[in-house]
């Protein structure tokens, strides 16, 4: 649910601007003020979770970030509008390192390409029901009603978590309370290197999960319900294609690193030919290819992290490291809404875009293995034979 309220943005940004009166260029500040609330939250919810528990963080979380999805739908002017988002995006970013704590806490780590691939699953729903719903009830009614809907779904899944989710089996959700050291993380070369990629990675991906509807139907000039189509096809291509890269790099015998690396220049090939279509049916034809390869790095990378972190401290590698990631969601969309509307090139806003995975490339080459004390190397998930 905290991708759905995310994507939700996506496909009522155009009818949002309308209403307040903000103009296209202008519209991308929202999904910025969206991330930076989301990039803050990161960075403290993980902590969080190491320290208070991931099923608390995870509740709260979902709860709080519905109450202002509900208190977005009744924006009556555009700062009004800023404050709700970056507010959404404030609560909702705590679940991600509340997640992988979860997960790290259940799952040895040869099974969490698997698990994590299916713990990913919900960015690419999300955004294949954002866009299915959310147009459908625009022409029914008005943009304010997805955001109602989804902000009081939010709020009973958020209740239910604190009632029922629970810690794990493999390692006690904390007892003692105590504060995490996270200094270890910030020394640790490999962390940072898999941040710089995640960066350019996500760049590509929540670029075009932000701005592909409106470019299409401005750049290009296909109706807002064929763009849709687009992105759900885009999205649906990903939500089986996570759970099996997860299982493909448990099972293969390539590093995770090397596999990252294939993929993030599959991607950026693939936003390059997205550039390139002129029409509904072009965009139809690429957009699988697209949604598998924009997504199915992220399970990958994500089941690094605890294994060059520490199980202790998976929580608080994993919201920084997505904190540093979310960077690039939240330049993103300001930066392509400059160039389209000062260029007011579809192609040249996407090959924007294609740069991020495309440099991404460089620092994943840089994470070597982990030494011990003797000096010798030794194999950790992000250079390990992926089993």
Known sequence: MTSVDRATWGPAAGFVGEDLGVAVAGLGLFATTYYIGYVVSNLFGGFLADWLGGRLIVGLSILLSGSFMLAFGESTSKDMGLVFQACVGLFAGAEFGGGVRLIANWFRPEKRGTAMGIFMTATSLGLVIANAVVPSLIQQSSWRTSYHLFGFISVGLGVLCLIFLRGGKRQAEPQEKTRPQIMPLLRNRNLLMLGLAGFGALWGTYGFVTWSNLLMTKGIGISPVQAGVVVVIFGSAAIFSKPLIGFVSDAIKMTRRNLTIIILLAFSATLVAFSMA????????????????????????????????????????????????????????????????????????????????????????????????????VPVAATEPAR
């Open 278 to 377: 002129s029409n509904s049916v072009q965009f139809l034809w690429i957009a699988p290819l697209l949604g598998i390869a924009a997504y199915i790095y992220s399970p990958i990378m994500l089941a690094m992290i605890p294994t060059l972190a520490g199980e202790k401290l998976a929580g608080s590698a994993a919201g920084g490291i997505n904190a540093f990631w979310q960077l690039g969601s939240t330049i993103v969309p300001t930066v392509i809404g400059m160039i389209f509307g000062a260029t007011s090139s579809f192609q040249l806003a996407f090959l924007a875009l294609a740069a991020g995975p495309l440099l991404a490339v460089i620092p994943m080459l840089a994470i070597r293995p982990a030494n011990t004390t003797s000096g010798k190397n």
